[in-house]
């Protein structure tokens, strides 16, 4: 556990300190708030929780690529500037080094996502919407970008160059996007073991995005999120012995 809190500490002060951290998410609450303006709030006779709604499909579309940003850097930013060594010379195990940057990404994306909350506050201006939907989203997202960031740390893992990693994670997430449509044209069983393992159609679309909150989208983001980073983990420590 002291490695990892030494290595979180570590990377959230490189996201702190950075200014590509900023410049994420700037433009990724720049993007949520023009859409949420423009696509939410702009249209006339929507229900509040209608345009709650639309608020957190618009947002989660940006939580995903602030995600992939975030995330991709990782592992592969190590090897760029041959600092990788130091980590794989040192008393730290491979399980840690994932957890520590995981941790760090995670705590750095929550603090952008929050930093919208004014957003669906706006509605409550005209409208009536309950604070549990607000936060029931919220969790969502955060869960959500969750499960994204641990498959940019994966392609982190493999790759040795950011572009690299960004499109091996861009294919993963595009992927994981498309089994919800690709379920709906095939038979049982295929089709809702499909539809269940997409990334956000099921879990978030008809979840949390509504305001509802279910123990099994939950698990299936802490899921997703162990699975990838197990894979980080293991994809660690075959190169260590390469």
Not at 63 to 85: F, K, M
Not at 222 to 239: D, G, H, M, N, P
Request: contains cysteine; glycine residues 8%; proline residues 2%.
């Amino acid at each position: 556990m002291r490695a990892t809190s030494i290595i979180y500490r570590k990377e959230l002060a490189s996201y702190l300190r950075s200014p590509v951290g900023y410049l994420i998410a700037a433009a990724m609450l720049l993007v949520c708030g023009l859409l949420f303006q423009s696509q939410a709030l702009g249209k006339e006779g929507k229900l509040s929780a209608e345009v709650l709604s639309e608020f957190f499909r618009y947002c989660s579309g940006c939580t995903i690529g602030a995600a992939i940003a975030l995330s991709v850097r990782l592992i592969a930013e190590e090897r760029q500037q041959h600092t990788i060594v130091l980590l794989n010379t040192s008393p730290v195990r491979d399980a840690e080094i994932v957890a520590g940057k995981f941790l760090a990404a995670l705590t750095f994306l929550a603090f952008i996502v929050l930093a919208s909350f004014y957003m669906p506050l706006l509605i409550k201006v005209n409208g009536k919407i309950t604070m549990s939907q607000v936060l029931v989203g919220y969790l969502g997202l955060i869960l959500l970008g969750g499960a994204v960031l641990s498959t940019g740390l994966f392609a982190s893992a493999l790759a040795k160059q950011h572009l690299v990693a960004a499109a091996v994670a861009l294919v993963l997430i595009v992927v994981l996007l498309q089994l919800y449509p690709l379920g709906l044209k095939l038979d049982e069983p295929l089709s809702g073991v499909l539809q269940n393992l997409d990334l956000w159609h099921k879990h978030f679309g008809l979840g949390f995005m509504k305001g509802i909150l279910n123990l099994r989208d939950v698990v299936y983001y802490v899921a997703i999120s162990y699975f990838f980073l197990l894979l980080a983990t293991k994809t660690l420590e075959a190169k260590r012995w390469r």
